[in-house]
């Protein structure tokens, strides 16, 4: 029911199988041209929203370790029938993938997981079919870092979101927090930080709070 249901939702794509779908983990902060190449195995739906799906289908489960009966079977029958005529905007599709990755001891290990598309938004921004859908992104990362990450003399790097600023133009901040010894157990300390703008510091100190 569930390959039924992407099928409708996404027609065609049970071709996907077998066919490439890239990962990008560029950033203006870490270009990076190499794409993780992934090969889809399968497909089939899921919830968009576990409570609104489960709210509509009553919450039913298969009770396990009991006799099967007639009973339970047509209970199970009238889920499933239900499941299948639940709207379809309440699913979205799901593709199973896999990669091998060898390491340099010559071991090959193999990961799987599943990439959620979504019929109105697609995929999440990294995830793509088509290899060439990054390319301009990369190319506009790699300007990003040249114009405002990549080390350069006179400057430093905000600690917070990776900026160079120039020497001059640094904010010290004091960040207060926790810290733990054996000696003392909790305690609390600071220390000065080093940012591009205040907003960054103040940014830094709640992340320190938690
Ligand atoms: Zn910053």
Redesign the pocket.
């Known amino acids: 029911m569930y390959k039924e249901i992407a099928i409708k939702l996404f027609p065609g794509v049970e071709e996907l199988v077998g066919k490439k779908l890239y990962k990008s983990y560029s950033c203006p902060r870490c270009p990076k041209e190499e794409l993780e190449e992934w090969t889809i195995t399968g497909f089939g739906s899921v919830g968009k929203n576990r409570h609104e799906l489960a709210d509509y289908l009553g919450g039913y489960s298969f009770p396990y370790g009991k006799k099967v009966t007639k009973v339970l079977v047509g209970e199970a029958e009238e889920y499933i029938k239900k499941y299948e005529s639940a709207p379809l905007d309440m699913f979205n599709v799901i593709l199973h993938v896999e990669k091998y990755t060898t390491y340099s001891d010559g071991t090959t290990a193999k990961s799987t997981t599943a990439e959620t598309f979504d019929i109105e938004t697609g995929f999440t921004d990294n995830v793509s079919l088509n290899k060439e859908d990054f390319k301009e992104k990369i190319e506009k990362d790699k300007e990003e870092y040249e114009k405002y990450y990549a080390p350069r003399e006179g400057y430093v790097a905000?600690?917070?979101?990776?900026?160079q600023?120039p020497e001059n133009e640094v904010v010290k901040y004091k960040l207060i927090y926790q810290a733990w010894d054996n000696y003392r157990g909790k305690y609390v300390t600071s220390r000065i930080g080093t940012?591009?703008?205040g907003?960054?510091?103040m940014?830094e100190q709640m992340a320190l709070e938690g």
């Not at 905000?158 to 900026?163: N, S, W």
């Open positions: 905000c600690e917070r979101c990776g900026k600023v940012f591009c703008s907003e960054c510091a940014n």
